[in-house]
């Protein structure tokens, strides 16, 4: 498997079909998750780890670490429709990972890692914040998604949960039509693929 293979399973896989844009329900395009998961990979932070995706919809990179031989991984959602949309990804991609239909916060177990793209904030402000809060308490090392422009705020609330961010990567992130006022097919916003520890 590669980074390029990796993508092409990742196409496979079905995206939102009604998306909810009160949950910022933005599917991770394939590209940009296989990118990114590929470099987590290469750090030694997939093979073999357990593994949390909050906020998974419907799986991407929860699937996608699976494929990269990760050792279990948990997906969490709150929406339920996004969850069977997620589930019967996995069965497409032939990878065995446990679903919860949950409210992040609810969230509890430990685990190696956490990956995820939560929602940004931008409709229900600080929808973002439950995400960070709770994948510190869940794992030592984060990888987590978050808009551009809030790097202060990202950085500080990180601070206030325990944790620290030991690096940062500018993305644009081509957003795909899928709400109604959206005008362009693609619009590309970026975004900051944020690592984090605990302190
Ligand atoms: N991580 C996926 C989806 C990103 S969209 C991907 O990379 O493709 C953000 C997701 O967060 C949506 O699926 C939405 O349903 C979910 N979400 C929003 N608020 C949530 C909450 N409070 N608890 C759990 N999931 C939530």
Redesign the pocket.
Known sequence: MDKKELELELEKLEGFQDP?SK??????PPEL?SSVLWSVYMKGEIEGKKIY??????G??GIGAKILGAEEVVC????EK?IEIAKKNAKKAGVDIEFLAI??MEASGSADIVI????FGSQVPG?DR?FIKKSLKIAPVVYSFHMGGTDRFVRRYVDNCGGVVTSSQTINFPLERTMPWHDKDIESVEVVFYRFERK
Do not use: F, M
């Open positions: 909810d949950l910022e329900q933005y599917r991770t998750a995706d909050l906020g998974c919809g419907t991407t990179l969490v959602d709150v929406d996004a409210d992040v995820q793209n939560p929602p929808s439950p």
